[in-house]
């Protein structure tokens, strides 16, 4: 029998008559757009994060894009990223006709490399986009202490796998100019559709923010800027209220058992994910690197362990992108794409289930050793 790689079903059978209330609500008053469900969401998550605005997106690129709009990206602006990340984070920067710089990872954790990023700085740099990749926050403190180094730069957080996670004791999202995240439905916090947050403690840009999510309106039909339909539709708000309310019991399990994923693992031939002793990792993905990837991967599957690859490719590599990476190679991040294999990962995950899998996981890795 298969498992689930994400088991959303069994966290609504948990919390159903919680959801549904909070969907019934809904129902009942009708404000399917900015109703009161959105407010009262927003001030849950600024008070969770510690941020002194939350501005709720209809989905964690929308989040990011509204950041660099509030911003005034312009064309020709340049944005210091990471290659090794899903679409959405270069994807935002060239949409406003800014340009992606890329900074290779660190090998162990496959967040940025802090260590690279001076060196990327030019006359044209206007922020720098770290991703919190797989849970685990960047090294934000330096990221920011870089930032003012070089002219007080925007630091925006890809904070869309990290919601939840802890850094020097503050939480992901409240730790840079803009932090923001997705409500995806696979992600730590996630709601029924799409859906994302945006954070920040500056009021001039959080209402900046909050004008560009409505068509850049300071009040009804009056525009002040150029904006876009960003809202997040009441019902999705609903559902993560809902969800809000066992989630420091969910992150204490995917802290738990991600500890005793790696605890499990130690002495078979992989590469958890490096994790550093001044945050946590809240898991959006359990991810380890391994060589042999398709044999593992595929013995795996046929085992009935669901497997998935974040990410593949990496963006100076993909068709769309590949003219920003100017020709140069990545290394790290190279590497990383052709071993890096996600298991089964949510808080509903029991431990018999974690035994299955690291059984199986060590079965296909023995299979995948050359014959001598």
């Given at each position: 029998?298969?498992?689930?790689?994400?088991?959303?079903?069994?966290?609504?059978?948990?919390?159903?008559?919680?959801?549904?209330?909070?969907?019934?609500?809904?129902?009942?008053?009708?404000?399917?757009?900015?109703?009161?469900?959105?407010?009262?969401?927003?001030?849950?998550?600024?008070a969770y994060t510690g941020a002194k605005h939350c501005i709720t997106v209809s989905s964690g690129t929308e989040a990011l894009l509204i950041a660099l709009m509030a911003l005034d990206l312009r064309p020709g602006?340049?944005?210091?990223?990471?290659?090794?990340?899903?679409?959405?984070?270069?994807?935002?920067?060239?949409?406003?006709?800014?340009?992606?710089?890329?900074?290779?990872?660190?090998?162990?954790?496959?967040?940025?490399?802090?260590?690279?990023?001076?060196?990327?700085i030019t006359p044209k740099t206007r922020a720098i986009m770290p991703v919190s990749l797989y849970g685990q926050v960047c090294d934000m403190d330096e990221i920011n202490a870089i930032a003012a180094r070089h002219g007080n730069l925007a630091v925006?957080?890809?904070?869309?796998?990290?919601?939840?996670?802890?850094?020097?004791?503050?939480?992901?999202?409240?730790?840079?100019?803009?932090g923001a995240t997705s409500f995806f439905p696979s992600k730590p916090l996630g709601c029924y559709g799409d859906g994302g947050?945006?954070?920040?403690?500056?009021?001039?840009?959080?209402?900046?923010?909050?004008?560009?999510?409505v068509h850049g309106q300071s009040q009804r039909y009056t525009h002040t800027r150029v904006g876009v339909g960003g809202r997040m539709d009441t019902l999705q708000c609903a559902v993560v209220l809902a969800k809000l309310e066992r989630f420091e019991w969910e992150i204490a399990r995917r802290l738990a058992l991600g500890a005793r994923y790696q605890a499990l693992m130690q002495g078979l031939a992989v590469q958890p994910l490096g994790l550093r002793e001044d945050r946590d990792c809240v898991w959006a993905q359990f991810t380890l690197q391994v060589d042999s990837r398709q044999t593992?991967?595929?013995?795996?599957?046929?085992?009935?362990?669901?497997t998935a690859?974040?990410?593949?490719?990496?963006?100076?590599?993909?068709?769309?992108?590949?003219?920003?990476?100017?020709?140069?190679?990545?290394?790290?991040?190279?590497?990383?794409?052709e071993r890096v294999l996600s298991l089964p990962m949510s808080p509903d995950l029991s431990e018999a289930q974690q035994d299955r899998v690291v059984?199986?996981?060590?079965?296909?890795?023995?299979?995948?050793?050359?014959?001598?």
């Amino acid at each position: 029998m298969s498992l689930p790689f994400i088991d959303l079903k069994s966290q609504y059978t948990a919390l159903k008559p919680r959801i549904d209330a909070r969907i019934q609500a809904v129902l009942d008053h009708g404000q399917y757009i900015m109703g009161p469900e959105v407010k009262e969401l927003e001030a849950a998550l600024a008070a969770y994060t510690g941020a002194k605005h939350c501005i709720t997106v209809s989905s964690g690129t929308e989040a990011l894009l509204i950041a660099l709009m509030a911003l005034d990206l312009r064309p020709g602006d340049e944005v210091i990223t990471t290659p090794f990340t899903f679409a959405a984070t270069a994807e935002v920067i060239v949409l406003l006709g800014g340009v992606p710089i890329f900074v290779d990872i660190e090998p162990d954790t496959c967040n940025i490399d802090t260590r690279l990023i001076e060196a990327a700085i030019t006359p044209k740099t206007r922020a720098i986009m770290p991703v919190s990749l797989y849970g685990q926050v960047c090294d934000m403190d330096e990221i920011n202490a870089i930032a003012a180094r070089h002219g007080n730069l925007a630091v925006i957080e890809d904070a869309a796998q990290s919601f939840g996670a802890s850094y020097k004791g503050k939480k992901s999202c409240a730790l840079s100019t803009f932090g923001a995240t997705s409500f995806f439905p696979s992600k730590p916090l996630g709601c029924y559709g799409d859906g994302g947050a945006l954070f920040t403690d500056d009021d001039a840009l959080a209402q900046t923010a909050r004008e560009i999510r409505v068509h850049g309106q300071s009040q009804r039909y009056t525009h002040t800027r150029v904006g876009v339909g960003g809202r997040m539709d009441t019902l999705q708000c609903a559902v993560v209220l809902a969800k809000l309310e066992r989630f420091e019991w969910e992150i204490a399990r995917r802290l738990a058992l991600g500890a005793r994923y790696q605890a499990l693992m130690q002495g078979l031939a992989v590469q958890p994910l490096g994790l550093r002793e001044d945050r946590d990792c809240v898991w959006a993905q359990f991810t380890l690197q391994v060589d042999s990837r398709q044999t593992v991967q595929q013995a795996l599957n046929a085992a009935g362990i669901p497997t998935a690859i974040h990410y593949p490719t990496p963006l100076h590599k993909q068709p769309a992108y590949a003219q920003y990476g100017r020709g140069q190679s990545f290394p790290k991040a190279e590497r990383a794409a052709e071993r890096v294999l996600s298991l089964p990962m949510s808080p509903d995950l029991s431990e018999a289930q974690q035994d299955r899998v690291v059984h199986e996981l060590a079965r296909a890795l023995s299979a995948s050793l050359p014959v001598i």
